[in-house]
């Protein structure tokens, strides 16, 4: 953490403007913390993180291009003692453990009220890693029972990109609307999806459809 005369640089990574305006209202009312910049582009964050040198970087899942937790495992390769979090609206269940293992120090959703937030930003800026107690007891759960293999989703096989666009088939997207949406062209969702098919074994699109809407309305996203 800085000292009093030195507030803690915070970069935010949010493809909403209104989110990242609200975001960075509530960190610079703190006499710690301060935004020095932002951006919806994971190139511009590269650059960026360079040349401001920010303190933590507070990343979203969902961006145009590319994911957010890609976002994080190449700033960890880049700039191994940076610190990064993940503010997202995405159930921390499903991808707070994949944040971790991308390099991430923290996972916090958007929803949590803006005290938990400022409160996450400082712990992850001391070198902790930060999750709900609910998200850390079912991570010391699988620790304590070895993590096996035999209890594990079929959606651990997906990548990070492939369960983005699995969760937006749920969401009713069609293919041309999902390659709007992430900036990628039709032609590399349709390879996306066979690939979601093949790892869940479904023989269809329909299939797909179907399997992807149960899961999405079972998580309540």
Known sequence: MKNELQKAKIYLVDDHPIVRKGITQVINQEEDLEVCGSTDSADQTLRDVERLKPDCVIVDISLEGISGIDIVKGLKTRYPGLYTMVLSMHDESIYAERALRAGARGYVMKKEASEKIVGAIRHVLTGKIFLSDDMSSRLLEKM???????????????????????????RGYKPRDIAKELNLSPKTIETYRDHIKKKLNLGSASELARVAVDWVSTMNM
């Open 144 to 170: 304590a029972t070895g993590g096996h293999e035999d209890d594990a989703s079929p959606l651990d096989l997906l990548t990070n990109r492939e369960l983005e666009i699995f969760r937006m088939i749920g």
